[in-house]
């Protein structure tokens, strides 16, 4: 099998960052189809295909998982209307809902970057994962703190509050993930891993060790 990407992928991103206007990119555009978007989506359909799945059915239209390289730059200062990167998310509730565990694969010039977990909580769902971590904490702490996780994922991250109820507080001594507002795993590659002929089940191999913290994530989300 082939790789889905070539080097003209990573390069193409390398010459938008230089060149983040319309007039550049409309000259590019035949090339950036060819080497970005429809590698892309040959990629994230093979994907949805191989994974495996966490408390839901997964998309099988890659379409409900590709962002798009436009920028919405109404209210940003940064005027760049291109995004330096191709992304898609798999969620089985797709794009827009930040809460629900997911897989996130961002690949850029310098890098591809994969993602496990949660990014965005309403109050209220965040109460509900919090207290799901508490009323099952040893099951939990065994999940993150397990040597291939551990090994191969690396810490826990996610922006963290600065106070906690004190019936949570005096928990999170023993366990100070539970200020965090975001739960995820983060595992970075050099750009040549995109290359890779295996990139499909190097991905799934990653989402099976994510797999425990992906199901326990999405328990209080499904009743």
Known sequence: MSSYFTSDFSQFFAELELNNDRQWFEVQKKRYIEVVKEPMQRFVSDLLVALPTWG?????????????????IRFSKNKAPYKIHA????????????AFPSVYVQCQANGLFVYFGSYGFDTSTLKAVRTHMIDRIEEIDAIIHSTEIRSTLGPLLGD????????????????????????????????????????VEHIVGLTKIALPFLTFMAQPMLT
């Open 160 to 199: 963290k509050n600065k106070r906690l109820p004190k019936e949570w507080a005096s928990v999170a001594e023993n366990h100070p993930y539970l200020y965090q507002k975001q739960f995820f795993f983060q595992v970075t590659h050099p750009s040549e891993a995109l290359l890779r002929e295996d990139l």
């Open 87 to 98: 992304s898609a998310v798999v969620s089985p509730r797709g794009r827009k809902d930040y």
């Open 56 to 72: 839901e059915p997964l998309p099988t239209d890659p379409s409900k998982t590709l962002f798009r390289i436009y920028r919405d």
